[in-house]
């Protein structure tokens, strides 16, 4: 499975590698369109590589529109990834795109930092005023939660079990 970022919109991938049958985990999608951060957007420090791309994305009316039907087409089993500002957006972006032609499954990425919200276990764990449980609760197909790095490794197994994710949704056709 490429996890969500690294294969850009797919189509970066395709000239070296056949993406039939591939998982691929989309760049995380918003409601409005993203330019991401400035340049630089990786450093090298004496701990390693840091970087913050800023959910650089086409937007929820785009996406559906050129990259999921790419991607399809291109016979590679979708995973869109969804990053919203409020509790609203994650549920609507949940509605919208679960129910979009090839999607096999939602990554709710409540791992980029927010304003406000705790970068803990707690994130993702409470079922009612939470991301994660919003954009759950509106999804149509199996979804998961990418959660920031101080949860709890137990929280991030427990999550891709509960959405269906220790199961193979079916290919797209």
């Given at each position: ?9 797919g189509?970066e ?29 990786v450093?090298?420090?004496p ?8 959910l ?8 559906p529109?050129?990259?999921l ?11 869109v ?10 549920a609507?972006?949940?509605?919208r ?19 406000g919200?705790?970068r ?25 939660c990418?959660c920031s790095?101080s949860?709890?490794?137990t ?13 193979r ?5």
């Amino acid at each position: 499975m490429v996890a969500s970022g690294c294969g850009g919109t797919g189509r970066e991938l395709a000239a070296y590698a056949d993406l039939v049958g591939l998982d691929f985990v989309t760049r995380s999608i918003t409601l409005d369109p993203r330019p991401g951060g400035s340049s630089p957007r990786v450093v090298e420090t004496p701990s390693g590589p840091v970087n913050a791309i800023g959910l650089q994305n086409p937007g929820l009316e785009h996406f559906p529109a050129t990259e999921l039907p790419w991607l399809v087409r291109a016979g590679v089993r979708v995973f869109v990834s969804i990053a919203g500002s409020t509790m609203g957006e994650y549920a609507d972006l949940a509605r919208r795109l679960s129910r979009a032609p090839g999607v096999a499954g939602l990554e709710i990425n409540v791992g980029a930092p927010r304003p406000g919200w705790a970068r803990t276990c707690s994130t993702c764990a409470s079922p009612t005023t939470r991301p994660a449980s919003w954009g759950r609760s509106a999804a149509s197909s199996p979804a998961t939660c990418r959660c920031s790095r101080s949860c709890d490794p137990t929280c991030r197994a427990s999550w891709r079990v509960r959405a269906g994710w220790s199961t193979r949704a079916p290919r797209p056709s």
